[in-house]
């Protein structure tokens, strides 16, 4: 704020300066003192000059009035932990989808498309999130690769790199750490990564999943101090005691809020809790929300009210060092929700720094999309393929084999573990003819010659091939498969489209969704793409994947910083160790 700004909301709080905006009759909940009161707000441009209880108020004048009838006022809603390429929409979409929902901020971790484009990867989310009617913030990725050594991406992250990009406008701190086992085991390349954001003092975001006890006081003695990879309550209970934040997450995916908030019941108003989406597909933000939905399901799963909206505004502003957001207050920015109940959470009107962006869940600003070369970049980049390339040569040439792989927990889950199978083995290769388990392959694909294929249980692919670029965190090319030709097929067609997902049966594309900019973003809105994916649902589901998000579920097979066994473009990985498991 300039010295003449303030100058000028001084004027309007004494009464000297008419106000731009007043918001009479106001239900205001106020997240610092936990109480609700029926109040007038002055605004004067972008901020709040004056608030005052309905009672005792002078009325100033103000060159617009806006009667809220006793409606709910809250702080524009802020996403703790979020991914925008887990949406596959650009920024500017993504916008257009989320801020009639309530969400004025967020804070966005660009490490898929980073994983795949480098530093042209964040320049492009910055570029497309420009001039944007709310403030949609990013994170330099630290773990570019996930696993230095195990897997081949499209960049690398090192630390004087991580310097330089903590410069850039808009740029928070260091996004997840996801190499735990790296940190709580003083691996020098994040040690040097993450001390380059703690000289700095800027914000460290975590990612522990299953730590605990004296391995979770190691992890929060490395730095990062945040998890949203919190999957249920009891690890909550020791995160947030421990300082921790816990980023409750709600996604299409994962869902964790009821868990962790049923477990922490009796905790005091913790500081340490905020709500995230993480990863939303276009229909579940259209339909159930986006922020917004997440503190419906806390309020439903026993969390009061006002601490499921501060969850989501002062703890997340507090903690992100967010300054003058995150409340509604005198100097903060005017960035407010009007609701019209405590309990169902429906935005009727978005104030984003003092203009009124959104109604009744309608749009009311226009969107700035801006003209960006990458957009129109085939960025998959893969050799020709054979047949051969998608079969597991084995060791003897025919009879049964023993070979190790990895099985899913459940089919919702993205917890693996590993098992040794007993398999066919014909002319020379596995032979998965008649079993329940399918093959799945990693591809490079940034130019390297590198591919590794491996037997999966419980993934439930009937038949065909279902192929993706969209593959945590390396978004290489994973294709799962029954036989080798359909996923032949469904390399070359992912490879023609730009990316994107393919499914073939017969040698024939039954189906494909393209995501062509970076392997990962779509061109289309948020309502034509919800209307796409969830066409590709159905068929996935026809072909044998129940998930709660089935186009998500194949890229878990690649996700090698989650437990305990996942598959990259080097092997099949043991993510504790941190090692390639032999196959035979």
Do not use: W
């Not at 205001?28 to 029926?38: A, C, D, P």
């Not at 108003?269 to 159930?288: A, F, G, V």
């Not at 507090?318 to 005017?334: H, M, T």
């Not at 079993?435 to 590198?450: C, M, P, Q, V, W």
């Amino acid at each position: 704020m300039t010295k003449e700004e303030r100058r000028e909301l001084i004027k309007v709080a004494m009464g000297y300066s008419n106000a731009t905006l007043k918001l009479e009759n106001a239900n205001l909940v106020n997240v610092f003192s936990g109480e609700i009161y029926l109040a007038n707000i002055y605004i004067y441009k972008k901020y709040i000059a004056d608030i005052v209880e309905v009672e005792k108020d002078s009325f100033k004048k103000a060159d617009k009035i806006i009667d809220i009838q006793g409606k709910y006022l809250v702080p524009g809603f802020i996403d703790s932990h979020l991914h925008i390429e887990s949406s596959h929409l650009t920024p500017y979409h993504f916008a257009e989808a989320i801020i009639p929902k309530g969400t004025t901020t967020i804070i966005a971790d660009p490490h898929e498309i980073c994983n795949a484009l480098g530093e042209e990867g964040l320049n492009y989310m910055l570029k497309a999130s420009e001039n944007l009617p709310m403030n949609q913030y990013f994170l330099v990725p630290s773990c570019i690769p996930s696993v230095m050594k195990l897997e081949n991406t499209g960049a690398e992250f090192d630390a004087d790199l991580v310097d330089k990009l903590l410069e850039k406008d808009r740029i928070l701190g260091l996004g997840e750490v996801m190499d735990y086992i790296g940190v709580i085991h003083n691996d020098k390349r994040m040690e040097d990564i993450i001390d380059v954001a703690y000289r700095k003092n800027m914000f460290l975001q975590g990612h522990s999943p299953e730590l605990q006890g004296s391995e979770l006081s190691a992890y929060l003695c490395g730095g990062p101090y945040t998890c949203h990879e919190t999957r249920d309550g009891v690890h909550a209970i020791d995160k947030i005691r421990k300082g921790m934040t816990v980023d409750a997450r709600e996604s299409s995916i994962s869902k964790n809020i009821a868990s962790i908030i049923e477990n922490i019941k009796s905790f005091k108003s913790p500081r340490n809790l905020t709500l995230c989406t993480d990863d939303r597909e276009p229909k579940d933000i259209l339909e159930k929300g986006h922020i917004n939905d997440c503190v419906r399901v806390a309020i439903k799963a026993g969390l009061e009210p006002i601490e499921a909206i501060r969850a989501v505004t002062l703890n997340t502003a507090q903690i992100y060092r967010l300054d003058k957001r995150g409340a509604i207050a005198p100097s903060y920015f005017a960035d407010m929700l009007v609701i019209d109940n405590l309990k169902d959470i429906n935005v009727e009107k978005v104030f984003f720094e003092g203009e009124l962006v959104a109604e009744n869940n309608k749009l009311l600003v226009q969107i700035n999309k801006p003209h960006i070369d990458l957009e129109n970049k085939n960025t998959i980049n893969i050799d020709e393929l054979k047949v051969e390339d998608f079969m597991i040569k084995a060791p003897i040439e025919n009879g049964k084999l023993e070979i190790v792989g990895m099985e899913y927990i459940n089919k919702i889950s993205s917890v693996t573990r590993k098992k040794t199978f007993t398999v066919n083995v014909k002319d020379g290769y596995v032979d998965l003819e008649g079993d329940e388990l399918n093959f799945a392959i990693s591809i490079n694909r940034y130019g390297k010659k590198t591919k590794a294929i491996a037997v999966v249980e419980n993934f439930y692919v009937n038949r065909g091939a279902i192929a993706t670029t969209y593959s945590h965190d390396s978004h290489n090319l994973t294709i799962i498969y029954k036989k080798p030709i359909d996923a032949l097929v469904a390399a070359q067609r992912v490879k023609n489209i730009a990316g994107g997902i393919v499914v073939v049966e017969n040698e024939k594309v039954v189906k494909e969704l393209p995501f062509p900019i970076g392997g990962m973003l779509s061109k289309n809105s948020a309502y034509e793409l919800g209307n796409y994916i969830v066409d590709m649902n159905k068929v996935l589901r026809d072909y044998g994947i129940e998930s709660a998000s089935p186009i998500t579920r194949p890229s878990t097979l690649s996700l090698i910083v989650i437990p305990e066994v996942k598959l990259s473009d080097m092997g099949l990985i043991d993510v504790v160790k941190q090692e390639i498991i032999k196959q035979f």
